[in-house]
Protein backbone atom coordinates (compact mmCIF):
# COMPACT_ATOMS: atom_id res chain seq x y z
CA UNK A 1 0.00 0.00 0.00
CA UNK A 2 1.53 3.45 -0.93
CA UNK A 3 -0.27 6.88 0.34
CA UNK A 4 0.98 9.79 -1.53
CA UNK A 5 0.76 13.57 -0.81
CA UNK A 6 2.55 15.62 -2.92
CA UNK A 7 2.93 18.91 -5.08
CA UNK A 8 4.44 19.60 -8.41
CA UNK A 9 5.24 23.01 -9.56
CA UNK A 10 6.51 24.30 -12.80
CA UNK A 11 7.84 28.02 -12.34
CA UNK A 12 4.98 29.26 -10.76
CA UNK A 13 2.49 27.52 -12.00
CA UNK A 14 1.18 24.08 -9.73
CA UNK A 15 0.51 21.03 -11.97
CA UNK A 16 -0.48 19.00 -9.59
CA UNK A 17 -1.20 19.63 -5.68
CA UNK A 18 -2.56 15.82 -4.41
CA UNK A 19 -3.32 15.90 -0.71
CA UNK A 20 -3.61 11.72 -0.76
CA UNK A 21 -3.92 9.31 -3.01
CA UNK A 22 -3.90 5.37 -2.00
CA UNK A 23 -2.57 2.80 -4.23
CA UNK A 24 -3.30 -0.77 -2.54
CA UNK A 25 -1.36 -3.68 -4.08
CA UNK A 26 -2.69 -6.46 -5.93
CA UNK A 27 -5.32 -3.46 -7.00
CA UNK A 28 -6.48 -2.35 -10.44
CA UNK A 29 -6.52 1.41 -9.75
CA UNK A 30 -8.12 3.79 -12.97
CA UNK A 31 -6.73 7.05 -13.28
CA UNK A 32 -9.48 9.16 -14.94
CA UNK A 33 -9.87 12.90 -16.06
CA UNK A 34 -9.64 15.80 -19.05
CA UNK A 35 -6.63 16.64 -20.92
CA UNK A 36 -4.25 18.91 -18.44
CA UNK A 37 -5.96 17.08 -15.30
CA UNK A 38 -2.34 16.16 -13.90
CA UNK A 39 -2.38 12.74 -14.54
CA UNK A 40 0.55 12.30 -16.88
CA UNK A 41 2.43 14.51 -14.32
CA UNK A 42 1.64 11.91 -11.87
CA UNK A 43 2.89 9.03 -13.69
CA UNK A 44 6.13 11.11 -14.32
CA UNK A 45 6.97 10.71 -10.75
CA UNK A 46 5.45 7.50 -9.52
CA UNK A 47 7.98 6.01 -12.64
CA UNK A 48 10.89 8.58 -11.62
CA UNK A 49 10.68 10.93 -14.45
CA UNK A 50 10.57 13.96 -12.56
CA UNK A 51 10.56 14.51 -9.06
CA UNK A 52 7.66 16.16 -6.79
CA UNK A 53 8.03 19.32 -4.83
CA UNK A 54 10.56 18.39 -2.05
CA UNK A 55 10.05 14.28 -2.34
CA UNK A 56 12.68 12.97 -4.48
CA UNK A 57 11.94 9.34 -3.33
CA UNK A 58 8.14 9.14 -4.14
CA UNK A 59 8.87 6.56 -7.40
CA UNK A 60 7.09 2.70 -7.11
CA UNK A 61 9.25 -0.01 -6.97
CA UNK A 62 9.57 -2.76 -9.74
CA UNK A 63 7.49 -0.77 -11.89
CA UNK A 64 6.93 -1.07 -16.12
CA UNK A 65 5.37 1.31 -18.04
CA UNK A 66 3.30 0.97 -21.29
CA UNK A 67 3.69 4.77 -22.45
CA UNK A 68 0.46 6.27 -24.58
CA UNK A 69 2.91 6.54 -27.67
CA UNK A 70 5.32 3.83 -27.20
CA UNK A 71 8.63 4.20 -29.14
CA UNK A 72 9.25 1.09 -31.17
CA UNK A 73 12.46 0.63 -33.64
CA UNK A 74 11.19 0.04 -36.87
CA UNK A 75 13.92 -2.08 -38.17
CA UNK A 76 13.70 -4.88 -35.44
CA UNK A 77 11.17 -7.32 -35.13
CA UNK A 78 8.88 -7.99 -32.19
CA UNK A 79 10.45 -10.88 -31.27
CA UNK A 80 14.05 -9.03 -31.18
CA UNK A 81 12.38 -6.27 -28.97
CA UNK A 82 10.61 -8.67 -26.01
CA UNK A 83 13.53 -10.47 -26.39
CA UNK A 84 15.80 -7.71 -25.49
CA UNK A 85 12.96 -6.69 -22.72
CA UNK A 86 13.86 -10.00 -21.19
CA UNK A 87 17.49 -9.80 -21.35
CA UNK A 88 17.05 -6.03 -19.38
CA UNK A 89 14.81 -7.43 -16.78
CA UNK A 90 16.81 -10.66 -16.22
CA UNK A 91 13.50 -12.44 -17.22
CA UNK A 92 13.39 -16.33 -18.03
CA UNK A 93 10.07 -16.06 -19.20
CA UNK A 94 9.97 -17.57 -23.03
CA UNK A 95 9.62 -14.43 -25.66
CA UNK A 96 7.16 -16.77 -27.32
CA UNK A 97 4.79 -16.67 -24.90
CA UNK A 98 5.09 -13.26 -24.33
CA UNK A 99 4.20 -12.66 -27.83
CA UNK A 100 1.31 -15.23 -27.51
CA UNK A 101 -0.17 -13.39 -24.05
CA UNK A 102 -0.73 -10.70 -26.32
CA UNK A 103 -1.94 -12.39 -29.72
CA UNK A 104 0.48 -11.53 -31.78
CA UNK A 105 0.12 -13.88 -34.91
CA UNK A 106 3.58 -15.91 -34.96
CA UNK A 107 3.98 -14.90 -38.48
CA UNK A 108 4.80 -11.69 -38.03
CA UNK A 109 7.24 -12.23 -35.03
CA UNK A 110 10.25 -11.87 -37.15
CA UNK A 111 9.15 -8.98 -39.17
CA UNK A 112 10.31 -5.53 -38.72
CA UNK A 113 8.03 -3.28 -37.22
CA UNK A 114 7.68 -0.73 -40.13
CA UNK A 115 5.19 -3.30 -41.62
CA UNK A 116 2.74 -3.82 -38.45
CA UNK A 117 -0.27 -2.11 -38.19
CA UNK A 118 -1.32 0.36 -35.33
CA UNK A 119 -2.71 -2.66 -33.36
CA UNK A 120 0.47 -5.03 -33.85
CA UNK A 121 2.57 -2.70 -32.66
CA UNK A 122 0.44 -1.70 -29.93
CA UNK A 123 0.38 -5.74 -28.81
CA UNK A 124 3.98 -5.56 -29.23
CA UNK A 125 4.88 -2.78 -27.11
CA UNK A 126 2.30 -4.82 -24.11
CA UNK A 127 3.82 -7.72 -24.65
CA UNK A 128 7.38 -5.49 -23.98
CA UNK A 129 5.86 -3.95 -20.30
CA UNK A 130 4.95 -7.55 -19.35
CA UNK A 131 8.35 -8.67 -19.24
CA UNK A 132 9.60 -9.59 -16.41
CA UNK A 133 6.85 -9.83 -14.31
CA UNK A 134 6.70 -6.02 -13.05
CA UNK A 135 5.30 -5.75 -9.24
CA UNK A 136 3.96 -2.52 -10.55
CA UNK A 137 2.45 -1.71 -14.13
CA UNK A 138 1.31 1.40 -14.96
CA UNK A 139 -0.79 1.34 -18.54
CA UNK A 140 -1.13 5.32 -20.37
CA UNK A 141 -4.25 4.78 -22.96
CA UNK A 142 -3.57 0.78 -23.83
CA UNK A 143 -6.17 0.23 -26.34
CA UNK A 144 -4.88 2.49 -28.47
CA UNK A 145 -4.75 1.17 -32.05
CA UNK A 146 -7.00 -1.77 -30.84
CA UNK A 147 -10.05 -2.97 -32.32
CA UNK A 148 -13.19 -3.96 -29.96
CA UNK A 149 -11.74 -8.17 -29.84
CA UNK A 150 -8.01 -7.05 -29.30
CA UNK A 151 -9.38 -4.37 -26.63
CA UNK A 152 -11.41 -7.13 -24.76
CA UNK A 153 -8.67 -9.77 -25.15
CA UNK A 154 -6.14 -7.24 -23.29
CA UNK A 155 -8.07 -6.41 -20.58
CA UNK A 156 -8.53 -10.13 -19.67
CA UNK A 157 -4.52 -9.89 -20.29
CA UNK A 158 -4.36 -7.71 -17.52
CA UNK A 159 -7.01 -8.79 -15.65
CA UNK A 160 -5.18 -12.49 -15.42
CA UNK A 161 -2.19 -10.58 -14.04
CA UNK A 162 -4.21 -8.72 -11.87
CA UNK A 163 -5.65 -11.92 -10.32
CA UNK A 164 -1.51 -13.18 -10.14
CA UNK A 165 -0.61 -10.54 -8.08
CA UNK A 166 0.55 -7.86 -10.41
CA UNK A 167 -0.70 -4.37 -9.48
CA UNK A 168 -1.69 -2.25 -12.46
CA UNK A 169 -2.59 1.69 -12.56
CA UNK A 170 -4.52 2.51 -15.74
CA UNK A 171 -5.04 5.81 -17.04
CA UNK A 172 -7.61 5.55 -19.55
CA UNK A 173 -10.25 8.29 -21.39
CA UNK A 174 -12.12 5.12 -21.87
CA UNK A 175 -14.50 4.52 -19.26
CA UNK A 176 -15.69 1.00 -19.94
CA UNK A 177 -12.68 -0.20 -19.97
CA UNK A 178 -11.85 1.30 -16.53
CA UNK A 179 -14.68 -0.15 -14.98
CA UNK A 180 -14.41 -3.76 -16.29
CA UNK A 181 -10.50 -4.26 -15.18
CA UNK A 182 -10.75 -1.77 -12.40
CA UNK A 183 -11.09 -2.09 -8.31
CA UNK A 184 -11.27 1.54 -7.99
CA UNK A 185 -11.01 4.94 -10.36
CA UNK A 186 -9.28 7.78 -9.11
CA UNK A 187 -10.69 11.07 -10.69
CA UNK A 188 -8.47 14.04 -10.86
CA UNK A 189 -9.61 17.62 -12.31
CA UNK A 190 -7.00 21.09 -12.58
CA UNK A 191 -3.93 19.02 -10.83
CA UNK A 192 -6.31 17.84 -7.92
CA UNK A 193 -7.63 14.06 -6.92
CA UNK A 194 -11.23 14.64 -6.80
CA UNK A 195 -12.71 11.65 -5.83
CA UNK A 196 -11.85 7.59 -5.75
CA UNK A 197 -14.67 5.27 -6.29
CA UNK A 198 -15.15 2.16 -6.02
CA UNK A 199 -15.63 -0.32 -8.52
CA UNK A 200 -18.17 -3.64 -7.48
CA UNK A 201 -20.26 -4.50 -9.80
CA UNK A 202 -18.23 -3.73 -13.07
CA UNK A 203 -21.43 -2.84 -15.03
CA UNK A 204 -23.17 -0.30 -17.43
CA UNK A 205 -24.68 1.58 -14.16
CA UNK A 206 -21.25 2.05 -12.75
CA UNK A 207 -20.05 3.47 -16.00
CA UNK A 208 -22.90 5.90 -16.23
CA UNK A 209 -22.05 7.02 -12.52
CA UNK A 210 -18.28 7.37 -13.15
CA UNK A 211 -19.23 9.56 -16.31
CA UNK A 212 -21.59 11.29 -14.14
CA UNK A 213 -18.69 12.22 -11.66
CA UNK A 214 -16.29 13.17 -14.21
CA UNK A 215 -18.77 15.72 -15.76
CA UNK A 216 -19.39 17.12 -12.64
CA UNK A 217 -15.42 17.64 -10.99
CA UNK A 218 -14.55 18.59 -14.00
CA UNK A 219 -17.52 21.34 -14.44
CA UNK A 220 -16.71 21.98 -10.49
CA UNK A 221 -12.83 23.10 -10.98
CA UNK A 222 -13.61 24.61 -14.11
CA UNK A 223 -15.46 27.40 -12.44
CA UNK A 224 -12.78 28.27 -9.84
Avoid at 143 to 169: C, E, N, P, W, Y
Amino acid sequence: MNIIALQKHYQEKCVLDLQRLTLQSSFAHGLLGANGAGKSTLIKILMGLVYADGKPDVALESVSMLPENPYLPIHLSAYQIVSHACSVQGASQAVESLLEEVCLKPEAWHQPIRTYSKGMKQRTAIAYALAGQPEWLILDEPMSGLDAMGRKHMLDVFMRRKQAGTSILMCSHAVTDLVRLCDQVHIMAQGKMCETMDIKAHNMQEVEDLEQRLIHWSHEHALD
